[in-house]
């Protein structure tokens, strides 16, 4: 049996990348997957995947991110596990950015994540309990240069998740944060990843020697998503192969 049997998971941006990752590894553990992204064909792709059903949303609509659970609970009843993975970056020094960006990178990791936790966790709590799992980024407690915007944007969900862990833990809710280090994905190489130098150069720099891989963030996150962790509330981890160490 598996830890996650009978509950349900919401997992915004699982359409590629760490999000289906995590999709990957919650539904191995029982869950039926509600695979959420703004674009819909992936989102559909993860979802046949993973024996789940996809929900096309933009988590930068709140508009769009309550329909999205209303659908959810209309079609399972209940919401037990919500994993914001959702992210997007642009990198680069922080006086050449472009101040039109910074809004877009704002809304999709720090508003998105304040979106769907405002629609789910009264929900959570009327149903008496719940997991919530934020993924940030080591950005968000070290710096990263190049992404100040996004380090500001995942310094805020850090905090975010702690104050939320707190006002819920007496509905039975756990809220945790997951910030992934470097990782094979399509952001990745859209970051700058694609340049075999630079990779080389930043793999040398990780005492595990490689870079993740979509299941060790997923494993994670399913273990804090599970009933494993119940006591572990406020906390963040860092799946990083050792790159930064707290």
Not at 7 to 20: E, M, N, Q, Y
């Amino acid at each position: 049996m598996g830890t996650l049997d009978g509950k349900t998971a919401i997992v915004t941006g699982a359409g590629r990348g760490l999000g289906r990752g995590i999709a990957e590894k919650l539904a191995a553990a029982g869950a039926t997957v509600a695979v959420t992204d703004i674009d819909e064909t992936t989102a559909k792709e993860t979802a046949d995947a993973v024996g789940g059903f996809a929900v096309a949303t933009d988590v930068t609509s709140k508009e769009s991110v309550d329909a999205m659970v209303a659908a959810v609970r209309e079609r399972c009843g209940r919401i037990d596990v919500l994993v914001n993975n959702a992210g997007w970056d642009v990198v680069g020094p922080f006086v050449d950015s472009d101040p039109g960006l910074w809004g877009k990178i704002m809304a999709i990791n720090l508003y998105g994540v304040l979106h769907t936790c405002h629609a789910v966790l009264p929900l959570m709590a009327a149903d008496g309990g719940g997991a919530v799992v934020n993924l940030a980024s080591d950005a968000g407690r070290v710096g990263s240069s190049g992404e100040a915007v996004y380090a500001a944007a995942k310094g805020g969900v850090i905090a975010f998740t702690k104050t939320i862990a707190r006002e819920h833990a007496r509905h039975g809710i756990t809220a945790n944060v997951v910030c992934p280090g470097p990782s094979d994905t399509p952001l990745f190489a859209s970051l700058g990843g694609d340049n075999p130098k630079l990779v080389e150069a930043l793999i040398r720099s990780i005492p595990l020697r490689r870079l993740a891989q979509p299941a060790d963030i997923g494993a994670v996150v399913a273990f804090l998503a599970s009933p494993e962790a119940e006591y572990v509330t406020g906390q963040t981890v860092s799946v990083s192969g050792g790159l930064t160490m707290s």
